[in-house]
């Protein structure tokens, strides 16, 4: 059972990523899913939410109106659309699973360590000014 975060890379102010995060072992489509974020010396941040069906989504005001959360089912993979990306966005992105959404909204726009049932590994995001 496995976690995984990907896509993460190099780019200036101002461009894009997309970020996935994919299961192998379980069925990702059961299960709500987090975006989160730490930059070197600074705690983790929850950045974005979206339960299992899709429709319901939440946003750290830090990221909110620039970052889109969406999920394929069909792919068993969470996607994070991040545009117009600052320096302040560098950090490691991770992504973690829960059965409950209320569990992963508390961590949206908050800082610190949560447990959830699973968390991925991380992919760099470096943004460059």
């Known amino acids: 059972v496995q976690l995984q975060a990907s896509g993460g890379g190099l780019v200036q102010a101002g461009g894009s990523l997309r970020l996935s995060c994919t299961a192998s072992g379980f069925t990702l489509g059961r299960y709500a899913i987090g975006w989160f974020r730490q930059a070197p010396g600074k705690e983790r941040e929850g950045i974005s939410a979206?339960?299992?069906?899709?429709?319901?989504?939440y946003y750290s005001p830090s990221v909110k109106g620039r970052f889109t959360i969406s999920r394929d089912s069909a792919k068993n993979t969470v996607f994070l659309q991040m545009n117009s990306l600052k320096p302040d966005d560098t950090a490691v992105y991770y992504c973690a699973a829960d059965s409950n959404l209320a569990n992963l909204r508390k961590g949206v726009g908050a800082e610190g360590t949560y447990e959830y049932e699973y968390w991925g590994q991380g992919t760099q995001v470096t943004v460059s000014s």
């Open positions: 979206i339960g299992s069906g899709g429709t319901v989504k």
